[in-house]
T-cell receptor
Framework: DAGVIQSPRHEVTEMGQEVTLRCKPI?????LFWYRQTMMRGLELLIY????????DSGMPEDRFSAKMPNASFSTLKIQPSEPRDSAVYFC????????????FGQGTRLTVV | EDKVVQSPLSLVVHEGDTVTLNCSYE??????LLWYKQEKKAPTFLFML????IEKKSGRLSSILDKKELFSILNITATQTGDSAVYLC??????????FGTGTRLQVTL
């Protein structure tokens, strides 16, 4: 298995534009997590899914952020409209049933909003 | 709200030194505490701790949990330059939700 795959690896966009980040979890993993990492706030959980269903989205900063998981092999995190303060590294992670310690992280998407 | 505080924020040591990293937490429905190492890219899993007083060990790294005092430590003995990284502590709470600390940045110099 290639692990958790995120795309793009880097994204530079202008303020106000829509940004879509993509994640392919490890096959067979029931949990999928979206995290955001900044120097100031560290690694923050934005939202996570269990069996494609959003379980907790309390970490989503505001309505400009949305996440979907249409099937077990794909998830998106969308920011619309983007703002400079959204600049961060966004990680996707997946984990098998009951195995949070087995959460494997993708390589992250570095987002820069100018 | 679950909370994880790590200290120190950063640390510079010489190769061969021993370091201790600290993690204190407040969490509803504690399930486990996890340590990760993050170099340039994604965090990689080191340890999961669920019981107090039982040391987990992997090579030069070891960790222990105190559920009464709500903290954990990560020890690295005989540090090497390859240990330079950010070390993240996370706690697993209700419904497998992970809350991370901001990390301790360790730099090991020659």
């Amino acid at each position: 298995d290639a692990g958790v795959i995120q795309s793009p690896r880097h994204e530079v966009t202008e303020m106000g534009q829509e940004v879509t980040l993509r994640c392919k979890p490890i096959s067979g993993h029931d949990y999928l997590f979206w995290y955001r990492q900044t120097m100031m706030r560290g690694l923050e959980l934005l939202i996570y899914f269990n069996n494609n269903v959003p379980i907790d989205d309390s970490g989503m900063p505001e309505d400009r952020f949305s996440a979907k998981m249409p099937n077990a092999s794909f998830s998106t995190l969308k920011i619309q409209p983007s703002e400079p303060r959204d600049s961060a590294v966004y990680f996707c992670a997946s984990s098998p049933r009951g195995g949070i310690h087995e959460a494997f992280f993708g390589q992250g998407t570095r987002l820069t909003v100018v | 709200e679950d909370k994880v505080v790590q200290s120190p924020l950063s640390l510079v040591v010489h190769e061969g030194d021993t370091v201790t990293l600290n993690c204190s937490y407040e969490v509803t429905n504690f399930r486990s505490l996890l340590w990760y190492k993050q170099e340039k890219k994604a965090p990689t899993f080191l340890f999961m701790l669920t019981s107090s007083g039982i040391e987990k060990k992997s090579g030069r790294l070891s960790s222990i949990l105190d559920k009464k005092e709500l903290f954990s430590i990560l020890n690295i003995t005989a540090t090497q330059t390859g240990d330079s990284a950010v070390y993240l502590c996370a706690v697993e709470g209700l419904a497998s939700k992970l809350t991370f600390g901001t990390g301790t940045r360790l730099q090991v110099t020659l």
